[in-house]
C-alpha cells in the first residue's frame, strides 16, 4: 500500500503539489513555510521559475555557508586541511572528496578549452614524439594507418576526437596510483582508504593549479609571439619544472599538516611523491594512447 502511495506522489505534477496543505517528504500538515516533523520546505508557485532556479544554484556557489565555497577555498590555500578534517570526522562543512574532485574535473576539462593547452587530452602528435613509448606508438599508427588505407591526417583527427572524450573519465584512474605511492611511503601508520582520501583531494588541486598555470602561461606566450619568440621544447621543460615545483610546495605543506611527520622527513617523502607525480602523469598518457588506439 504504501508503495502504491508513494508511486502516486511521484507522479503527481508540479501544479498539484505548489500550496499543498501536506508536506511532499512525511505527510504531515505544514502550517508555515516548513515542515515541524522533517524541516522541509513548503513548496510555492516561485519555487518552479526560472528566476528561483538560477538563484538556488547561484547561493550554492556564492554562498558562504555553503559548502563548495569553502571546499575550494580550503583546497587551494590551505593544502591538506580537506583531509584531516575527513579523516577525523568533520565532514559536514565540506564537499566529499569525489565530489570535489567531480567539480574539479568538469571545471578544468571546460575552461581548458580557453587556454589553448591540451595537457591531459594529448593528441596523437604528442604520444609521437618525446615519449618513452613514441617507437612502438609510431609503429602501431603506422600498422594502422596502412590497414585502413586512410591518411596520417584524417587518422590523427579520429585519434584526437576519441582521446578527448576518453580522457575526462581516465583523468581519474592517476587518484588510486597516487594512493599506493602514499601507501609505500606511510604504511605503519594509516590504511589504504585514508592515502586515498589524500590522492583524491590532491588531485583535485591538481587540475585546478594546473589550470591556473594555463592561464598564466597561454597570454604570457600569446604576448611573447607578437614580439617574434616562439615556442620551443626548452619552454615545455620550464612550464613542466614550474608545475612540478607548485606540486611539490602543496605537497610538502598537505604532508605535514596530515600525517603530522618533521621536515626532514617530509620533505624527503615529498620529493618521492613529486617523482611518483611525473610517472603517474606519464603512465596516464601511456594509458590514453591504448585506449584511444584500440577504440577509435
Known amino acids: 500500500m504504501e508503495t502504491v502511495l508513494v508511486k502516486e506522489e511521484m507522479e503527481r505534477p508540479a501544479e498539484a503539489v505548489v500550496g499543498s496543505s501536506a508536506c511532499p517528504e512525511c505527510g504531515e500538515p505544514i502550517p508555515e513555510r516548513f515542515c515541524t516533523r522533517c524541516g522541509e520546505k513548503r513548496v510555492e508557485a516561485r519555487d518552479y521559475t526560472l528566476r528561483h532556479f538560477l538563484a538556488e ?21 590551505r593544502p591538506g586541511l580537506l583531509t584531516s578534517e575527513y579523516l577525523a570526522g568533520r565532514r559536514k562543512r565540506y564537499l566529499k572528496p569525489l565530489q570535489l574532485f567531480v567539480f574539479c574535473n568538469v571545471i578544468f576539462f571546460f575552461a581548458q578549452t580557453f587556454t589553448g593547452f591540451n595537457t591531459l587530452t594529448t593528441p596523437l602528435r604528442v604520444h609521437l ?18 590497414s585502413r588505407k586512410i591518411s596520417f591526417d584524417d587518422y590523427a583527427t579520429r585519434f584526437d576526437t576519441t582521446i578527448q572524450n576518453q580522457a575526462k573519465t581516465l583523468v581519474i584512474l592517476m587518484v588510486p596510483l597516487f594512493a599506493f605511492a602514499l601507501l609505500a611511503l606511510y604504511w605503519r601508520r594509516h590504511v589504504f582508504v585514508e592515502h586515498l582520501v589524500f590522492a ?33 621544447p626548452n619552454y615545455d621543460a620550464l612550464v613542466t619544472f614550474i608545475l612540478l615545483a607548485v606540486y611539490g610546495g602543496y605537497l610538502y605543506v598537505a604532508q605535514r599538516r596530515v600525517y603530522g611527520e618533521g621536515r626532514a622527513p617530509t620533505m624527503l617523502k ?21 585506449t584511444a588506439f584500440y577504440t577509435v
Open 57 to 77: 544554484a547561484l547561493n550554492v556557489f556564492a554562498s558562504l555557508e555553503s559548502p563548495v565555497p569553502r571546499s575550494f577555498f580550503a583546497l587551494l590555500f
Open 129 to 146: 614524439t618525446g615519449t618513452p613509448y613514441m617507437q612502438t606508438a609510431r609503429r602501431m599508427v603506422s600498422e594502422e594507418i596502412e
Open 200 to 232: 583524491t583531494h590532491f588531485y583535485a588541486a591538481f587540475l585546478l593549479l594546473l589550470l591556473a598555470l594555463h592561464f598564466v602561461v597561454g597570454p604570457t606566450f600569446r604576448f611573447a609571439r607578437r614580439y617574434g619568440v616562439t615556442w620551443n
Open 270 to 290: 615529498c620529493l618521492t611523491l613529486v617523482l611518483a607525480v611525473a610517472a603517474i602523469a606519464m603512465a596516464y598518457r601511456l594509458v590514453l594512447f591504448f
